[in-house]
């Protein structure tokens, strides 16, 4: 028997309090984190009465869930504009709403170019010791976002990589994201490599693998 107990699939990443004082004990200064609050207030505020804005952030933005998702991403590509359609205006206010008391109790600031995916092995050994293989959907390989599920090209580049959720200063870690040809049937998630004294993930919380999240 063969029991499937989850798929790789792209999920909304935000800092946490215990993330930024991580982050604060390797040195990352507090304006790093006021600048992306205040990106992150600026596009829910642009949300309300901008409609390309509210189509860019609804998918990306965690909180509702997919199928009233949808039903506003409908509502918007048919060209209703939350500044004349109240029911439309209301629902993206309760998503500001929701996002805001977040961002007030918990400090979740939205990471644009950022993703909670599931840990695997490289099987086939390829990746180099301290490097990953990730590829998102809808990312492409500079990590910007497309717009699109359409999978692109593979991340290249460093990368920080903290364990979901982080408990110790270890459970961050910044590795390099490479591009290895014999990858590119695994998406959405992170692909660590089997080289090395020590497992990367191991490094992390101590992570075997077994659906953990990074």
Do not use: W
């Amino acid at each position: 028997h063969l029991e499937v107990i989850a798929i790789g699939k792209r999920i909304p990443y935000y800092l946490n309090r215990h993330v930024i004082l991580l982050l604060g004990v390797h040195s990352v200064p507090d304006s790093v984190f006021i600048n992306m609050q205040q990106s992150m207030l600026n596009d829910l505020n642009q949300m309300l009465i901008d409609p390309e804005r509210a189509m860019d952030m609804v998918p990306r933005l965690s909180g509702s869930s997919s199928g009233t998702s949808g039903a506003l991403m409908h509502m918007l590509h048919s060209g209703l504009d939350p500044r004349f359609d109240p029911f439309l205006l209301s629902c993206l206010h309760a998503i500001r709403s929701h996002h805001l008391m977040n961002l007030r109790k918990k400090t979740r600031i939205f990471v644009k170019k950022g993703a909670v995916l599931l840990g695997g092995i490289d099987e086939t050994g390829k990746l180099p010791e301290d490097c990953v293989f990730v590829q998102i959907s809808g990312y492409s390989r500079d990590g910007e976002v497309s717009g699109s599920d359409v999978v692109q090209r593979p991340l290249t580049g460093p990368v920080l990589v903290p364990k979901h959720h982080v408990m110790h200063p270890g459970d961050v870690r910044m590795l390099m994201a490479v591009d290895i040809p014999e990858l590119h049937q695994h998406r959405n998630m992170i692909m660590f490599s089997q080289h090395g004294r020590r497992p990367e993930p191991h490094k992390m919380a101590g992570s075997d693998l077994d659906g953990d999240q990074f």
